[in-house]
RNA sequence: GCAGGGAUGGCGGAGCGGUCAAACGCACCAGACUGUAAAUCUGGCCACGUGAGUGUACGGGGGUUCGAAUCCCUCUCCCUGCA
């Protein structure tokens, strides 16, 4: 058992990360409606981009030409690209198009903007990520759904290894590096994060992670996230699995080793997942949920109730004459002087300010969550 | 004054004899959201009822018809041509 929370420091080529660490999704080069110094003051340090939403809108080459993404956005601390895996699965589950599938080879898949073809495999997506210059970067893998059966399991599993040597080996073929210096402690360069597949059967989460730490490397991540379901993480009412999932992952781990919890999750999750062994994070919820109104404040602050935290549907009728400020017991910078009646009414008109001020919150919640956690 | 056109639910706007409590938008109400292709999506939105359903409704009044928001007459108001 590993009931102590992990603390310790990060080393990567744009400074430490001190973990347990929450990273915002930057997904297109920027945590939407926010600045750079509003992130810093909300207790952010890291953030999280996309390899395929950087390639569409800003392009990877262009980045490198340009001197890479820390230089061209201005941003001077850690950055992470996902490998795209998830965004193609995504697209491949949100819409429906013949040309949308996933083969050994890699991932084929229609531009939903653009509507041209896209083929993006281990090697491209490693390069993608080199040429955009991040501190860490994630392996194509092949994320499934819940309701996926055994058999797309174990394929997932296999391939998802199978991407991995080769995303390793692309890897260091981008830095000019050899397979014995991904070891050497003396040779600086980016982290390279392998995600474990399975889904919910314990077996193949098993074998996933043993034959990714059989190839070695950096970080190792919790990938899959059963789209279709409710309650994802905590599903105590629907059997408890993936909690005992969760923690027995981070068991199978080395201790010297990074866990890194993809998509993870609510205040409540990011709790479990600490107490559990888990170290970094990311997640859309605090950004995307504060767009849409839906504020994390502190117990007995909000009209929905949660272990750790309430929730305040600001948009609601009975905030309309609330005079209060969004959380009584805590106002983060940025959000100074603002009302629930005065937010209510931003959001309800998609006010970009609205955004601003509701986004700050919600990181500035998250922030003090990761904070509070990092000095029990 | 003459000749046309029009008045539909909080607003805009379909419908032009039955399948209309009335498309679609907006506004409003509630909810969802977990490696962001989501500033999105889902449901509700005349009254009463948990519900099946019942009752009132398409400017006012009166007709025709088994049946009208839809056809006819008339009144009120609005817009467009001509004087």
Redesign the pocket.
């Known amino acids: 058992m590993s009931d102590a929370i992990r603390k310790g420091k990060i080393d990567t080529l744009h400074g430490d990360i001190n973990y347990p660490a929450f990273m915002?999704?930057?997904?297109y080069g920027t945590?939407?409606?926010t600045s750079f110094a509003q992130l810093k003051s909300a207790g952010i340090n890291e953030l999280?981009?996309?390899t395929?939403?950087i390639?569409?809108k800003i392009g990877s080459e262009y980045l490198r030409d340009y001197g890479g993404i820390h230089k061209f956005t201005g941003w001077d601390r850690p950055i992470l690209t996902?490998?795209?895996?998830?965004?193609?699965?995504?697209?491949i589950h949100?819409?429906a198009n013949k040309q949308n599938k996933i083969t050994d080879a890699g991932c084929s898949?229609i531009?939903?903007?653009?509507g041209k073809y896209?083929f993006l495999s281990p090697e491209s997506s490693q390069i993608i990520q080199h040429n955009i210059g991040s501190d860490m970067r994630?392996?194509?893998?092949?994320?499934l759904i819940e309701s996926d059966s055994l058999s797309s399991i174990k394929r997932s599993v296999s391939r998802t290894t199978e991407w991995a040597k080769r995303s390793k080996k692309a890897f260091l073929n981008e830095l000019g590096l050899s397979e014995n210096d991904f070891d050497n402690p003396d040779i600086k360069r980016p982290l390279l994060?392998a995600?474990i597949?399975g889904a919910n059967n314990m077996e193949y989460r098993k074998r996933s992670a043993m034959e990714l730490m059989e190839i070695g490397f950096d970080i190792y991540?919790l990938?899959?996230?059963p789209?279709k379901t409710?309650?994802?993480?905590?599903l105590t009412d629907q059997g408890g699995f993936h909690k005992e999932l969760l923690h027995f992952l981070a068991e199978l781990i080395p201790q010297d080793k990074i866990r890194y919890a993809?998509?993870?999750?609510?205040p409540d999750?990011l709790n479990f997942c600490v107490n559990n062994g888990w170290d970094i994070f990311?997640?859309?919820?605090p950004?995307?949920?504060a767009?849409?109104?839906?504020l994390y404040v502190h117990k007995g602050e909000g009209?929905?109730s949660f272990e750790h935290y309430d929730?305040l549907?600001i948009?609601?009728?009975?905030y309309?004459f609330d005079d209060r400020p969004i959380d009584s017991q805590i106002t983060y910078p940025g959000t100074e002087n603002i009302s629930r009646a005065y937010l209510r009414y931003l959001i309800?008109?998609?006010?970009?300010i609205g955004?601003q001020y509701a986004t700050l919150h919600n990181l500035g919640f998250y922030g003090e969550i990761m904070s509070k956690l990092r000095s029990a």
């Not at 409710?230 to 905590?234: L, V």
């Not at 948009?315 to 009975?318: D, M, Q, T």
């Open positions: 915002p999704d930057a997904t945590v939407k409606n999280v981009t996309t395929l939403h390639e569409q996902d490998s795209g895996g998830f965004q193609v699965f995504s697209l949100r819409r898949f531009d939903p903007i653009t896209n994630v392996v194509l893998d092949e994320p994060v995600v597949q991540g990938g899959g996230m789209l409710k309650k994802t993480w905590d993809l998509g993870v999750g609510t999750d990311d997640t859309v919820l950004t995307r949920n767009r849409h109104g839906y009209d929905a929730v549907h948009k609601s009728e009975r309309k309800k008109n998609k006010s970009a955004h």
